[in-house]
Each structure stands twice: as structure tokens, then as C-alpha cells.
T-cell receptor, first 111, second 116 residues
Framework: DAKTTQPTSMDCAEGRAANLPCNHSTISGNEYVYWYRQIHSQGPQYIIHGLKNNETNEMASLIITEDRKSSTLILPHATLRDTAVYYCIVRLPNAGNMLTFGGGTRLMVKP | GAVVSQHPSRVICKSGTSVKIECRSLDFQATTMFWYRQFPKQSLMLMATSNEGSKATYEQGVEKDKFLINHASLTLSTLTVTSAHPEDSSFYIC????????????FGPGTRLTVL
């Protein structure tokens, strides 16, 4: 699986949009970009994934650049409960493929 | 979304005893389940990949005789930490892949193991 690079930490004001970047310059053509988050002392929570097109669901939006070498996860209106470590992972979409977790971005949402 | 449960959520045991952790996919069948371990302030590290009806595949450095994995059905995998020692104290997390679409993995809530 391709490696990803994320900032170690970010702050965001409550109610504002949180934009979390991820670089994956060695991503291959059939690898997907997945985002998970882990709130303290809990299991990771799936957020969203995509291949080429931008994606949106009830939790977040995923913007993937045209060359697919980077992406941004957007939480449109961050709340205090969004404080967590956010992991960007690229992976082939097969059930037998594990997720390789890097360091992630520690997002702190402040009042 | 898909739900994965783990039991127990936390366990404290004496050194030398064995501990079993269960991982269940509640609303889907999981051909493949994964076991991860997370030490404080560190990221998740994959321990093993478990396929229903076959032997688990362990990552390098993980002792298969110490961490016994059984995946007896499409909804249940168990991890048994045998002869636990204080250095095995950690947060153990399982995940399961749905067998549809892009096979997204869903995680259990984790089990906090403390070995005294």
C-alpha cells in the first residue's frame, strides 16, 4: 500500500470547517483513499473513502486532486466531539487487504 | 453502517493467565477479520489477519503460539492471549471487512487488557 503523509496536529475553532490534508504521491491507479478517525480510547471509526471523484456523506467531504497525489478531508462544521486522530490510508479495495495506519493528524477542536 | 462488537471491553488479569477476547460482526458476514494492537500514544499495529475456516496469518514479530486466533464462523473471531505478561498490556482492536463494494473495514470498540 502507498504511504501517506499528514500533519501531526491541527487546531480548529468550533463551528468552522476543518480541512485535513493528506499527501499520497505514490498512490497507484486502483488504490482507494480511506479516512478513519479514532477518538480517545475507542476503536477507529470509518469516515469516507474515494477513488477519483469527490465524495460526500453525512460526516464529511473528501476532495481528491486530479492527479490523485493528495486529498483533503473536510468536516464542514466541526464540533468538540470531532476532536480525534484522523488517519488517511490508501489501500486496494479487497477484503483481505489490511489497513496500514500511520501517525495520523491529531485534530483539536476548540470552543 | 456495519457494526462490530468486542467483548470484554476491559479486562484485568494476573500474570501467567490466559485471556480470550471476542470479536463479532453483528449485521454482516465477515470473511476476513483483523486484529490490531495499540500501545499508549502509538498508532494501531496489525497483529494478524483471520480468515473464516483457515489458519490466521501473523505479522512479523507476533508470536502465533502466544496470540491464538480462531475464526470459527463468518461472524465471530476470537483472540486468546496465552500466559499473559505485563508487557502484553495494551488496547486490542478487531476489524471486519464487509464482502460488498470496496470492502470497507469496520472496527470494534476495542478491549483494554491490563496484566498485573
Amino acid at each position: 500500500d502507498a504511504k501517506t503523509t499528514q500533519p501531526t496536529s491541527m487546531d480548529c475553532a468550533e463551528g468552522r470547517a476543518a480541512n485535513l490534508p493528506c499527501n499520497h504521491s505514490t498512490i497507484s491507479g486502483n488504490e482507494y483513499v480511506y479516512w478513519y478517525r479514532q477518538i480517545h480510547s475507542q476503536g477507529p471509526q470509518y469516515i469516507i473513502h474515494g477513488l477519483k471523484n469527490n465524495e460526500t456523506n453525512e460526516m464529511a467531504s473528501l476532495i481528491i486532486t486530479e492527479d490523485r497525489k493528495s486529498s483533503t478531508l473536510i468536516l464542514p462544521h466541526a464540533t468538540l466531539r470531532d476532536t480525534a486522530v484522523y488517519y488517511c490510508i490508501v489501500r486496494l479495495p479487497n477484503a483481505g487487504n489490511m489497513l496500514t495506519f500511520g501517525g495520523g493528524t491529531r485534530l483539536m477542536v476548540k470552543p | 453502517g456495519a457494526v462490530v462488537s468486542q467483548h470484554p471491553s476491559r479486562v484485568i488479569c494476573k500474570s501467567g493467565t490466559s485471556v480470550k477476547i471476542e470479536c463479532r460482526s453483528l449485521d454482516f458476514q465477515a470473511t476476513t477479520m483483523f486484529w490490531y494492537r495499540q500501545f499508549p500514544k502509538q498508532s494501531l499495529m496489525l497483529m494478524a489477519t483471520s480468515n473464516e475456516g483457515s489458519k490466521a496469518t501473523y505479522e512479523q514479530g507476533v508470536e502465533k503460539d502466544k496470540f491464538l486466533i480462531n475464526h470459527a464462523s463468518l461472524t465471530l473471531s476470537t483472540l486468546t492471549v496465552t500466559s499473559a505478561h505485563p508487557e502484553d498490556s495494551s488496547f486490542y482492536i478487531c476489524s471486519a471487512s464487509t464482502d460488498r463494494g470496496t470492502d470497507t473495514q469496520y472496527f470494534g470498540p476495542g478491549t483494554r487488557l491490563t496484566v498485573l
